[in-house]
């Protein structure tokens, strides 16, 4: 075939969207596919290295593929088809997954591993050929570029530059505009649409009739695209009615309820239970009502008058705020939440609408640089099932943390761990000993959690005790509940393994670790039980 080259002014202008489009699509792809997969698999380092991973093997291909049929085929018709088939399989990408990933949303539930290993694999399948397809598009659209050797440089140059501007606006505009203005699926859509309009562009410019055999790509994609998107993404299970559902930029957020009226706040994989509310209760018996008890570790006489001031990092919909209320009335409270579309669920779903709660829509870490001091307690619940985020783990944001509470203040975080296995609870508990003089640990009954109670003074595990003899008759019922619970829950503090710093944290190795060896040894048959 006999070799083209772009030569008007309006072709090579083409040229260059075309390489910006891909670009922009190429990173757009990838940030979405994170999403798309977290809201089932999570975003754990081994999530993220096998996208990254992949794609990079997928994009080696298509350069060197990409190379060879620009030299044989050096045609501005061959490089447009190639790049509307490209936005086609894009297209298709959340089209497919998204049975698939239903199908694995479920399996999650059912702890079925089985499954789940098998519909991530899928998925990651799915991006092989289209973004080996984008990976074509540097190297032909630099074949066609180029007119002389002379200026290779100039052209080469051009194109990068090009490609990586793509890439810029591909990495920001899903994750600060579409995925939370218009969910993941659609934000698919947009970028394969937007690559698909540039190549049957391209390909008319080229030929009328080969454009007009394409076009029922967009038509397919159209029609999958209605079938696909009805329902939601993870349909609630049986006994459960589905509230609200929405997509922001951090997580898929789902309240459900069921017959008696309780709500529950899912999140991603749906596997863990966030914030839970009922209209006439307010004690659940879980994670979030020992955080109650943290303060009442101080040495006695430690009574309910001495709580002036709390700060919670992992606001969720507000269920350790809601009890706090009922038990300290117009307690000062203030709420971290990184996620404001949890926050809004929170509001409209679970009454978090206290006045005296002030919510902060904020990274944990950095969100607690802002406040101020003198706070009794501080709970940290920012929890990803199974995972707490490293750098809420490490002796320097513990540090921060003291320096905001008061000289009888408390640090209460939400630890993860199995019924064998309290390596991260106990390389907490060491890394926390860093800090405090003193570290208490309750095991949350029936639950795969820890809480761990950190205090500014020496404090031991007696004064729990000696404060709940010494509470006033007026103490609220549910305080009264909630500190016999702690009591019982109370289990040996042991401090081993390694000491998480803002250098080295490695909390999702340890985690990763746990959850491999609790599915080998049958962790499946203990949690359906």
Do not use: C, K
Not at 346 to 358: A, I, Q, S, V
Request: aromatic share 10%; charged share 15%; hydrophobic share 50%.
């Amino acid at each position: 075939m006999s070799e083209q080259t772009v030569q008007t002014p309006r072709q090579r202008r083409l040229l260059y969207v075309a390489v910006l489009t891909s670009g922009m699509t190429t990173l757009a792809v990838e940030i979405s596919a994170s999403r798309l997969l977290g809201s089932v698999f999570g975003t754990s380092n081994i999530v993220w290295a096998n996208i990254i991973g992949l794609i990079l093997i997928y994009l080696t291909a298509g350069y060197f593929i990409g190379g060879r049929i620009a030299d044989r085929w050096p045609t501005p018709l061959m490089f447009y088809t190639l790049l509307t088939w490209a936005a086609f399989f894009s297209g298709l990408i959340p089209l497919i997954a998204r049975p698939i990933l239903r199908l694995a949303a479920q399996a999650v539930q059912d702890f079925d591993a089985a499954v789940t290993v098998g519909s991530f694999l899928s998925v990651l399948v799915l991006f092989a050929v289209p973004v080996t397809l984008l990976g074509f598009v540097s190297p032909f659209a630099l074949r066609l570029a180029l007119t002389s050797v002379s200026d290779s440089g100039r052209t080469a140059g051009q194109m990068y530059a090009i490609s990586t501007l793509g890439s810029i606006i591909g990495n920001f505009t899903p994750v600060l505009w579409l995925i939370p203005a218009i969910g993941t699926t659609r934000t698919f859509l947009v970028f394969a649409g937007l690559l698909m309009a540039v190549g049957l562009m391209g390909v008319a410019g080229q030929s009328r009739r080969a454009a007009l055999r394409l076009l029922w790509m967009p038509v397919l994609l159209l029609l999958l695209a209605i079938i696909a998107l009805r329902g939601p993404l993870r349909p609630p299970s049986s006994d459960m009615t589905l509230l609200y559902e929405d997509e922001s930029a951090y997580n898929l957020i789902q309240v459900v309820q069921d017959d008696e009226g309780y709500r529950y706040l899912l999140l991603n994989e749906g596997q863990g239970i966030h914030s839970q509310w009922h209209p006439t209760q307010i004690y659940f018996r879980r994670t979030w009502g020992f955080f109650l008890a943290a303060p009442y570790f101080n040495a006695p006489p430690f009574g309910p008058e001495r709580v002036q001031r709390i700060a919670i990092i992992g606001l969720a919909a507000g269920t350790i705020t809601r009890q706090h209320q009922a038990v300290y009335p117009g307690l000062p409270m203030d709420g971290i939440e990184i996620d404001p579309g949890i926050v809004e669920a929170g509001r409209r779903y679970m009454d978090m609408t206290m006045p005296n709660l002030n919510v902060i829509v904020e990274d944990g870490r950095f969100g607690l640089s802002r406040l101020g001091d003198g706070y009794t307690m501080i709970g940290v619940d920012a929890y990803r099932v199974p995972y707490v985020p490293w750098h809420l783990t490490t002796v320097e944001f513990f540090r921060e943390v003291r320096d905001h509470l008061a000289p009888d203040g408390v640090l209460a975080i939400n630890v993860g761990r199995t019924s064998s296995d309290r390596r991260l609870v106990e390389a907490m508990t060491r890394t926390l000993f860093d800090v405090f003089p003193s570290v208490h640990t309750l095991d949350v009954p029936d639950a795969y959690n820890s809480i761990l109670i950190a205090t500014v003074q020496p404090t031991s595990s007696e004064n729990l005790i000696a404060n709940i003899g010494a509470l006033p008759p007026d103490t609220s019922p549910i305080l009264r509940e909630v500190l016999a619970d702690a009591w019982n829950a109370l289990v040996p503090t042991v401090a081993s393994g390694p000491r998480f710093t803002d250098d080295r944290a490695p909390v999702e190795m340890l985690v990763d670790r746990m959850v491999v060896e609790f599915l080998l040894r049958g962790g499946i048959n203990e949690l359906a039980q």
